[in-house]
């Protein structure tokens, strides 16, 4: 066969089973730096190298990242046939099916917008605003109404649900009332958030048999990557697209799935031999990346779940150096050590800053090590702090280009009449959103027209001839992108809006400030440019879509020469010679919100699994004695995870306890179980211990404070076991048992 020498060359046996199995559902359980990525690739190839259509395949993955290495991976071995391979993300994906789809829901067009997080909470601000319901309760209505579309219960189920729910609370049922009008809301500006993208294809494919079957018959081969991260509403499009010719393989691993917080279901992974019966179950067990001693600690703690695939990742790499683990005095002390030891690395063992990763539990833990590392010279990168395209300006004229898009944006209307600055006050911009609300008709439709935006109350003449004229900007370049490239629209709309000159010119703002935005932009442009070299016929509405599905990972530099601090989140996929995995204590990892079962904690224990095995040469893990918290100084306890790694592979210190006292440090984390739960929100239980809390008719809604953390706000009430959204931000949602807590209605 031409091409297999390319196509096989460096597989191993269980590699080769994997990229030979063509028809039938597989399921291929990679673990961590088992080639996976590999795998697929070489699959993708064996299958065009049968004279399979290359428009018939899908490959799913979960970042453009990964999409884009496989398929340059494959027109590589194969030629330019693999260009023609839909691979893609699920967002990505389902974007591109629904414009061709969408008419079918009767309810959306074809040229909707994508709305982003900031944007979206937007239109729900508004929406609780409209309810006159406290914006400080219901500020997790994104959260839950995300959750809800990716279980696939649109507002109307809902609606159902609570209406026969018989201990329905008030803001389940205030809930209804704000899904229900951010439903109507997100219909009539015609945009999708990205759950609508997957919820809305799903939907189309369950009541339209007839295009679930020209796509069933399109993708007769189907390939999911990171199945472990699969939620309900991607696990069900899945199927349906499967159902037909059940050539589907899914490739993951059940001990790194630790996304349960964005709905991903383990079960999809673990339960895919009874969806498919006849389904082929390869392992691969062999690991590339890291050395003997780091995969022996790794296996050492993730063998203590109950609930995964059985697997064992054994390399044929050196044994390397074992495991350190050092007990700082302090926080304080823990950051002073990560710089030191990453300078020493840099200049002693010719590592480079790009090749070092220090990872954490929650995103609070940077500042210290940012401080420490500006202190020291050390250059550094935050993966996922601000992003480029949350940019103030970058968002500004993406508001721009989607009100050319889509007139009827009334989110996109709002954000950038006064920018550049045009003498429309807040007062006059609130007569004409409430004389558009009451008929019904978007803010355009109503500067667009001068007969109607002389019916609005008290404008002065100045102002309606400054928002006619903004509409008329607006309606050149409608009719101007159809024979426009992205680049040249995007100039132009810096240009004539004066948006560029406002800031070149100094008119506005703080003028660092400004030279930074300019550069920003830019930047911006230069993005456009590469959009339309790499993708020519393409259009403002490829454009707009193609920026809204841009992923965290994806901006992570490859050539990157800084230390790179992130969360164990963040940095799922990735891996680096040396690795400092910091804040190793009870309370952080496991986190304490997530010690209140079983599988929350299994999660935390694979969140430890996933940290540990981003690592290839050298993996540091790191705890304090002493953390300080609030200005306040309290005692931390070594996680319990620390102390599953075997003793053989692992190096401990302690800068306070002796060495040769350091074990009993360690077996006595080991073996106490006051230990295990004291940063945490669990707690042995006993009659003088109950407090007046648990007398408590609790409700979500209630106020509480609380000794520590202060005024917070019930979110959920299961049993004994409260949700409290605390005011301090940095404090944010926790999990507590009102039968110990130092709480208090308030």
């Known amino acids: 066969m031409e091409n297999e020498d390319k196509i096989f060359k460096g597989l191993n046996p269980q590699q080769k089973e994997a990229v030979n199995c063509l028809e039938g559902p597989l399921l291929v359980i990679a673990g961590a730096g088992s080639g996976k990525t590999k795998v697929l690739t070489c699959r993708i190839a064996n299958l065009l190298a049968h004279g399979i259509n290359p428009e018939n395949i899908l490959a799913i993955t979960f970042t453009n990242k990964a999409a884009n290495e496989m398929k340059s991976r494959a027109e590589k071995m194969i030629g330019e046939t693999a260009r023609k391979v839909w691979l893609s993300t699920f967002h990505s994906f389902c974007a591109k099916i629904l414009r061709y789809e969408i008419e079918a829901t009767g309810t959306y067009h074809r040229n909707y917008l994508i709305y982003d997080t900031v944007d979206t909470q937007k239109i729900l601000s508004e929406c609780i605003k409209k309810l006159n319901l406290d914006e400080e309760r219901f500020n997790h209505a994104a959260n839950a109404i995300s959750t809800l579309k990716n279980k696939l219960i649109d507002a109307a189920k809902f609606k159902e649900i609570i209406a ?21 809301k997100m219909i009539e500006i015609n945009a999708l958030d990205f759950d609508d993208l997957i919820f809305v294809m799903v939907k189309i494919f369950r009541e339209h048999a007839e295009i679930l079957e020209k796509y069933q018959e399109r993708f007769k081969y189907i390939l999911i990557d990171e199945y472990q991260d699969t939620n309900l509403a991607q696990y069900i499009l899945t199927k349906y697209l499967a159902a037909k010719h059940k050539n589907i393989c899914v490739v993951g691993d059940s001990d790194q799935s630790i996304y349960a917080f964005r709905g991903a279901d383990l079960r999809n992974i673990l339960n895919f031999e009874n969806d498919y019966p006849d389904a082929t179950v390869i392992k691969l067990e062999q690991n590339y990346r890291s050395t ?65 990763a220090i990872l954490y539990r929650i995103n609070a833990q940077s500042r210290a090590f940012e401080e ?79 007969a109607l935006l ?100 994806d901006s992570l530099d490859e050539e990157n020469s800084r230390v790179s601090l992130m969360t164990i989140h963040s940095a799922k996929g990735l891996e680096f010679p040396v690795v400092f995995l910091v804040g190793t204590e009870e309370g952080l990892l496991p986190h304490s919100n997530s010690m209140i079962s079983t599988a929350q904690l299994e999660e935390e224990r694979r969140a430890c699994y996933v940290a540990m095995t981003r690592a290839k040469t050298k993996l540091y893990i790191t705890a304090a004695s002493e953390r300080r918290t609030f200005g306040r100084t309290y005692e931390a306890h070594i996680s319990r995870f620390v102390t599953e790694i075997p003793p053989e592979v692992m190096s401990s210190f302690s800068e306070r306890t002796p060495v040769s006292n350091f074990k009993q440090t360690i077996d006595a984390a080991k073996n106490s179980a006051k230990t295990a739960a004291k940063n945490s929100n669990i707690s042995m239980i006993t009659p003088a211990k109950i407090s007046a809390a648990a007398a408590v008719n609790w409700q979500v809604g209630d106020k509480v404070n609380h000794k520590k953390w202060g005024v917070g706000t019930v979110m959920a009430v299961d049993k004994d076991i409260l949700t409290i959204n605390f005011a301090n931000p940095e404090i944010g949602e926790k999990k507590i048992k009102a039968s110990v807590a130092p709480i208090s209605k308030v």
């Open 372 to 450: 420490k590392l500006m202190q020291t010279d050390i250059p550094y990168i935050i993966v996922g702090g601000i992003k480029f395209y949350e940019r103030k300006e970058i968002k500004d004229i993406l508001a721009y280009l989607r009100l050319i898009l889509n007139p009827r944006d009334d989110i996109s209307f709002l954000r950038v009449i006064n920018v550049p600055r045009r003498g429309i006050g807040p007062i006059n911009l609130e007569r004409l959103r409430a004389f558009a609300a009451e008929r019904n008709i978007s803010i355009f439709e109503v500067v667009s027209s001068r």
């Open 292 to 356: 003997k001693n780091i995969l022996a600690a790794a296996n050492g703690v993730i063998e203590k779940n109950i609930q995964r695939k059985e697997k064992i990742l054994w390399t044929e790499n050196e044994t390397g150096s074992k495991v350190t683990f050092i007990q700082c005095a302090s926080d304080r002390s823990e950051t002073n050590f990560v710089a030191k030891e990453i300078r020493r690395l840099v200049a002693n063992e010719n590592f480079k800053y790009g090749e070092i």
């Open 164 to 184: 026969n729910k018989a201990d329905a609370n008030d803001f389940e049922r205030q809930l209804v009332n704000v899904y229900e009008l951010y439903e109507k």
């Open 454 to 553: 002389e019916q609005v109350p008290l404008l002065t003449p100045k102002c309606k001839q400054k928002l006619n004229e903004f509409a008329q900007m607006l309606i050149y370049f409608s009719s101007a992108k159809k024979n426009l490239q992205v680049t040249a629209l995007v100039k132009a709309v810096l240009r004539e809006s004066g948006y560029l000159s406002a800031l070149t010119e100094g008119e506005e703002g703080d003028k660092q400030e400004n030279i930074a935005r300019v550069e920003n932009l830019g930047a911006f442009v230069n993005g456009t440019k590469e959009f339309d070299e790499a993708n020519p016929g393409s259009n403002l509405e490829d454009f707009l879509n193609h920026v809204a599905l841009v992923a965290d990972i």
